[in-house]
C-alpha cells in the first residue's frame, strides 16, 4: 500500500479518500450493484464470481452505461468535481504557504494537475483514450512523452520485441546493432542537424546526434537490404529526439535505455503510417495518395477557392492557356497538389514547420492513432490550413518552383494559436465527433428499471456471453483456475530463474573481486619485502660505518693514552708542535646552516720561544697539561664562533634561535591537543605508564615533524 501511495500526488489520494467516504459513493454503489443484479439475474447467473473476466467487465460497463446520466451518476459527478477542485486547491495553497515557491498559484495548480494526470495514465495506460479532451492543444512536455510512449507501445505486433531485441543485442552482440552503412547514416545525421533551420535548438547537442545515429543504424541493420536509408527516414527520426531530449545530455552519448525507448517509438510509428505518407511507389500506396490529394483539393476548394485557383492557373502551361472545364481544371488542381504538398505529407511536415508548431501537430496525430480515419482526416485538414494561412504569399508565385519555395520558405513561420484558430473555428466539431464516436456507441444502454430487453444499438460490438449450464460454468471456471495456477507457477519459475541469475552474477562478481584482492595482495606483499630488503641494507651500512667510527675512536683513545704515557724529551716540547699534532687528530664541526661566517682553517698559535732555563716550578706533566687546556680552549672559541657567530650575525642567529624554540614549544602544545584533546599540566605526562609515554611521544614526533616539512615546504616555495 505504501508503494502505491508514492506513486499518486498526495491531493489526489486525499480526494480519493474524500470521495468514498461520501454517500454519493455509496449510493453511486448500492444502484450499480442494483444493475449488475439484474443483468445476472437476466442472464440465469446465480453469482458474479461464475462469470469469466471479460464477462465480468461486460456487464460492469453494461451497468455503468445503464446509470450514467441518472440523478444518482449527476450526484457523484458533481461531487467528484467540488471535492477535487477542493483538494487540489488546498494543496496548491500549502505549496504557497509552506514552500514559498518562486510560481505563481496558476502554474502550480497546472503542475498539479499534470502530475496527477500522469500517475493515473501510469496506473492504467487504457485510459489513454480519455486524452481526446487535449485535441487542438499542445500537449506539456511530460504528458507528451507519455502519451507518445502509450501509442507507440504496439505489444500486439513487435514493438515489445524490437525494443527487447535491441537491449538484448547491447548487451551480447553491440556490432549487430550497427549498420553496415553507420559511417554514411552518422554524416547524414550530422549535415541535417547543423544545417537545417528548423532544428537549431539540437545542433551541437552530442546526445542528440548520437542517439540519432544509434537508432537509424539499428533500423536499417533490421531491414537487412543493401540500399541505403531514404532521407525522409533521417527526417521523421528528429522529432523522436526532441522529445527525448530531455533525458539526454548535450555533452554525452544517451544511455541506452533512453535510446530502446526511441527505437521502440520510431519503429512503431513508421509501422503505424498511412499508405499515402509513406509513399514507397507500390500500386497500394500510390491509389492511397491519389485518395489523399483528392480529399485535399475538395477541402481546398471548399475553404480555400482563391488557393485552389491560384494552384490551377500556376500549374497551366501558358500555351494551354484555354478555358477549361470544371473536370480539367480539378485535374490542373490535383496534379498541382500532388508535386506541391506530397514532398511536405511524406516528412509529415518535419522541415515545413518550426519544432513547438510541427510537435503541436504530431500530438493531435499521436491521439488520433488507435481511431481508424482520423490521421488521414487531420493530416489533409493541416495540409489545407496550412495553405490557408499563407495564401497571401502564394499569390507572388510565377512559376511551380517559386510556389514550392514560397511553400517551404513561409511554413516555417507559422505559430501554434494560428493553426488552433482555424481549426478551432472551422474542423474542430468534426475532429471531435471523429474521434470520440466509437466510445459513445461502444456499449449499449440497459435500463434497470425495465422488465423486457432494451432496444440495442451497435450490439454487435460487444461480445455476449452464451448462456451456458451450471456444469459448464463449473467446468469454466476451473479451466480458469488451472489456467490461473499454471500463470502463477510460470510466474514463480520465471522469478525463480531470475534469481539464480542475480545469484550467478554477484558469484562472479565476489570471485573477481577476490581475484583482484589477491594480486593487490600479491603487490602489496612484493613492496614489503623490497622496503624490508632496503632496511636490511641500510641497518648492516650503518652498523658497518658504526664499527669503523667505534675502531677509530679506539684508535684516538690509544694514541692519546700513548701520549699520557710517553715521556717527556730533554726539552720542553714546543706548543707549536703538540698543537699540530692534536689539530690533526680533531676533526672540524660542520658550519651551522643560521650562520654566514665561512670557516677559516684552524689558527696555529705562533711558536712560542723556547725558554733558555725552564721553569723549575713546571713539571713536564704540567707542561703538557697547560698546552692541552690551551688547545682545548682554542677550540672551544672556534666552535662557539662557528655555532654561534658574532657581531650582527650573532644577533640575527639568536633571533631565528628563539623563534625556533618558541615554534617548537607552541607544536609541543599543539600536537598535545591533538593527541591528547588538551595541553598537560607540568607533571601529568610523568604520572602516565611508560607504554602510553612511548606511544604517545610518538604520534606526538609525527605530527610535529609533518609540521615542520609542511613549514619548510612552504619557505622553498616562498624563495622560488
Known amino acids: 500500500m505504501a508503494g502505491a501511495q508514492q506513486t499518486y500526488p498526495?491531493?489526489?489520494?486525499?480526494?480519493?479518500?474524500?470521495?468514498?467516504?461520501?454517500?454519493?459513493?455509496?449510493?453511486?454503489?448500492?444502484?450499480?450493484?442494483?444493475?449488475?443484479?439484474?443483468?445476472?439475474?437476466?442472464?440465469?447467473?446465480?453469482?458474479?464470481?461464475?462469470?469469466?473476466?471479460?464477462?465480468?467487465?461486460?456487464?460492469?460497463?453494461?451497468?455503468?452505461?445503464?446509470?450514467?446520466?441518472?440523478?444518482?451518476?449527476?450526484?457523484?459527478?458533481?461531487?467528484?468535481?467540488?471535492?477535487?477542485?477542493?483538494?487540489?486547491?488546498?494543496?496548491?495553497?500549502?505549496?504557497?504557504?509552506?514552500?514559498?515557491?518562486?510560481?505563481?498559484?496558476?502554474?502550480?495548480?497546472?503542475?498539479?494537475?499534470?502530475?496527477?494526470?500522469?500517475?493515473?495514465?501510469?496506473?492504467?495506460?487504457?485510459?489513454?483514450?480519455?486524452?481526446?479532451?487535449?485535441?487542438?492543444?499542445?500537449?506539456?512536455?511530460?504528458?507528451?512523452?507519455?502519451?507518445?510512449?502509450?501509442?507507440?507501445?504496439?505489444?500486439?505486433?513487435?514493438?515489445?520485441?524490437?525494443?527487447?531485441?535491441?537491449?538484448?543485442?547491447?548487451?551480447?552482440?553491440?556490432?549487430?546493432?550497427?549498420?553496415?552503412?553507420?559511417?554514411?547514416?552518422?554524416?547524414?545525421?550530422?549535415?541535417?542537424?547543423?544545417?537545417?533551420?528548423?532544428?537549431?535548438?539540437?545542433?551541437?547537442?552530442?546526445?542528440?546526434?548520437?542517439?540519432?545515429?544509434?537508432?537509424?543504424?539499428?533500423?536499417?541493420?533490421?531491414?537487412?537490404?543493401?540500399?541505403?536509408?531514404?532521407?525522409?527516414?533521417?527526417?521523421?527520426?528528429?522529432?523522436?529526439?526532441?522529445?527525448?531530449?530531455?533525458?539526454?545530455?548535450?555533452?554525452?552519448?544517451?544511455?541506452?535505455?533512453?535510446?530502446?525507448?526511441?527505437?521502440?517509438?520510431?519503429?512503431?510509428?513508421?509501422?503505424?503510417?498511412?499508405?499515402?505518407?509513406?509513399?514507397?511507389?507500390?500500386?497500394?500506396?500510390?491509389?492511397?495518395?491519389?485518395?489523399?490529394?483528392?480529399?485535399?483539393?475538395?477541402?481546398?476548394?471548399?475553404?480555400?477557392?482563391?488557393?485552389?485557383?491560384?494552384?490551377?492557373?500556376?500549374?497551366?502551361?501558358?500555351?494551354?492557356?484555354?478555358v477549361a472545364t470544371e473536370t480539367g481544371s480539378y485535374a490542373l488542381l490535383t496534379e498541382g497538389l500532388m508535386t506541391l504538398i506530397r514532398p511536405m505529407i511524406r516528412s509529415v511536415f518535419v522541415t515545413y514547420l518550426k519544432m513547438d508548431t510541427l510537435l503541436y501537430i504530431w500530438d493531435q496525430y499521436m491521439i488520433g492513432v488507435d481511431t481508424p480515419g482520423f490521421n488521414n482526416e487531420w493530416l489533409a485538414i493541416v495540409t489545407v490550413t496550412l495553405l490557408g494561412l499563407i495564401k497571401e504569399k502564394l499569390k507572388e508565385a510565377t512559376?511551380?518552383?517559386?510556389?514550392?519555395?514560397?511553400?517551404?520558405?513561409?511554413?516555417?513561420?507559422?505559430?501554434?494559436?494560428?493553426?488552433?484558430?482555424?481549426?478551432?473555428?472551422?474542423?474542430?466539431?468534426?475532429?471531435?465527433?471523429?474521434?470520440?464516436?466509437?466510445?459513445?456507441?461502444?456499449?449499449?444502454?440497459?435500463?434497470?428499471?425495465?422488465?423486457?430487453?432494451?432496444?440495442?444499438?451497435?450490439?454487435?460490438?460487444?461480445?455476449?456471453?452464451?448462456?451456458?449450464?451450471?456444469?459448464?460454468?463449473?467446468?469454466?471456471?476451473?479451466?480458469?483456475?488451472?489456467?490461473?495456477?499454471?500463470?502463477?507457477?510460470?510466474?514463480?519459475?520465471?522469478?525463480?530463474?531470475?534469481?539464480?541469475?542475480?545469484?550467478?552474477?554477484?558469484?562472479d562478481e565476489e570471485e573477481t573481486f577476490l581475484k583482484m584482492a589477491a594480486v593487490d595482495r600479491q603487490r602489496v606483499e612484493e613492496e614489503r619485502i623490497a622496503l624490508q630488503d632496503q632496511l636490511d641494507e641500510e641497518r648492516r651500512r650503518r652498523i658497518e660505518a658504526e664499527k669503523r667510527a667505534q675502531a677509530e675512536i679506539d684508535q684516538l683513545k690509544l694514541e692519546l693514552a700513548a701520549m699520557k704515557h710517553t715521556k717527556p724529551p730533554s726539552r720542553a716540547p714546543s706548543t707549536n708542535s703538540m698543537s699540530s699534532n692534536i689539530s690533526r687528530l680533531i676533526i672540524a664541526p660542520p658550519p651551522s646552516r643560521a650562520s654566514k661566517i665561512t670557516i677559516e682553517p684552524l689558527v696555529v698559535l705562533p711558536p712560542v720561544e723556547e725558554a733558555r732555563t725552564p721553569t723549575p716550578a713546571q713539571t713536564p706533566t704540567e707542561q703538557r697539561n697547560k698546552i692541552i687546556i690551551d688547545f682545548l680552549r682554542r677550540a672551544k672559541h672556534g666552535v662557539d664562533k662557528v655555532a654561534h657567530a658574532e657581531g650582527n650575525d650573532k644577533s640575527d642567529l639568536d633571533r631565528e634561535t628563539e623563534g625556533y624554540l618558541r615554534q617548537n614549544v607552541r607544536d609541543i602544545k599543539n600536537a598535545q591537543k591533538e593527541v591528547f584533546g588538551k595541553t598537560l599540566d607540568p607533571g601529568e605526562f610523568d604520572k602516565m605508564p611508560p607504554k602510553k609515554q612511548q606511544d604517545t611521544s610518538e604520534k606526538m614526533i609525527k605530527l610535529m615533524q609533518k609540521w615542520r616539512e609542511e613549514r619548510r615546504a612552504k619557505e622553498l616555495a616562498k624563495k622560488r
Not at 437 to 450: N, R
Not at 454 to 471: F, S
Open 10 to 322: 498526495k491531493w489526489l489520494l486525499a480526494c480519493k479518500q474524500h470521495i468514498t467516504d461520501s454517500k454519493e459513493w455509496d449510493s453511486f454503489l448500492k444502484e450499480l450493484h442494483d444493475a449488475i443484479q439484474q443483468q445476472l439475474t437476466q442472464s440465469h447467473v446465480q453469482y458474479f464470481s461464475d462469470l469469466s473476466e471479460p464477462e465480468k467487465e461486460l456487464f460492469m460497463e453494461r451497468a455503468t452505461q445503464a446509470i450514467k446520466g441518472g440523478t444518482v451518476y449527476n450526484g457523484l459527478c458533481k461531487k467528484v468535481s467540488v471535492i477535487t477542485d477542493q483538494s487540489l486547491n488546498e494543496d496548491v495553497s500549502r505549496q504557497l504557504l509552506e514552500e514559498s515557491p518562486m510560481d505563481t498559484k496558476t502554474d502550480l495548480v497546472i503542475e498539479s494537475a499534470e502530475e496527477g494526470a500522469l500517475s493515473l495514465l501510469k496506473k492504467w495506460p487504457d485510459m489513454k483514450n480519455k486524452l481526446y479532451i487535449c485535441l487542438n492543444q499542445p500537449l506539456p512536455l511530460h504528458i507528451r512523452q507519455l502519451t507518445w510512449r502509450l501509442y507507440l507501445s504496439n505489444t500486439k505486433e513487435y514493438s515489445y520485441s524490437v525494443r527487447k531485441h535491441y537491449i538484448d543485442q547491447l548487451n551480447t552482440n553491440p556490432r549487430a546493432a550497427i549498420s553496415m552503412y553507420d559511417y554514411d547514416i552518422s554524416q547524414k545525421c550530422e549535415t541535417l542537424l547543423n544545417s537545417e533551420p528548423t532544428f537549431n535548438d539540437l545542433r551541437g547537442s552530442v546526445g542528440i546526434f548520437y542517439g540519432m545515429k544509434a537508432t537509424l543504424s539499428y533500423y536499417h541493420s533490421i531491414l537487412k537490404t543493401k540500399n541505403r536509408l531514404r532521407d525522409v527516414e533521417h527526417l521523421l527520426a528528429v522529432p523522436f529526439m526532441d522529445v527525448a531530449s530531455t533525458n539526454i545530455s548535450r555533452r554525452e552519448p544517451p544511455p541506452g535505455r533512453v535510446v530502446a525507448l526511441i527505437v521502440e517509438e520510431f519503429m512503431t510509428f513508421l509501422g503505424s503510417r498511412p499508405g499515402f505518407v509513406v509513399d514507397s511507389g507500390s500500386d497500394d500506396h500510390n491509389d492511397e495518395v491519389i485518395a489523399f490529394i483528392d480529399k485535399v483539393a475538395k477541402l481546398l476548394q471548399r475553404r480555400h477557392p482563391e488557393v485552389s485557383r491560384m494552384i490551377t492557373e500556376k500549374f497551366v502551361p501558358v500555351k494551354e492557356k484555354i
Open 399 to 507: 512559376s511551380p518552383a517559386h510556389m514550392e519555395k514560397i511553400l517551404k520558405a513561409e511554413s516555417c513561420k507559422l505559430t501554434v494559436p494560428q493553426f488552433q484558430y482555424e481549426i478551432k473555428l472551422h474542423y474542430y466539431k468534426d475532429l471531435f465527433s471523429l474521434l470520440t464516436k466509437d466510445q459513445k456507441a461502444a456499449m449499449p444502454i440497459l435500463d434497470p428499471t425495465q422488465a423486457q430487453h432494451p432496444p440495442w444499438r451497435h450490439w454487435y460490438n460487444d461480445v455476449i456471453p452464451p448462456h451456458t449450464k451450471p456444469q459448464d460454468r463449473r467446468k469454466a471456471r476451473e479451466e480458469r483456475e488451472a489456467e490461473r495456477d499454471r500463470q502463477l507457477q510460470q510466474q514463480k519459475d520465471v522469478e525463480t530463474a531470475r534469481k539464480e541469475q542475480d545469484q550467478r552474477e554477484r558469484r
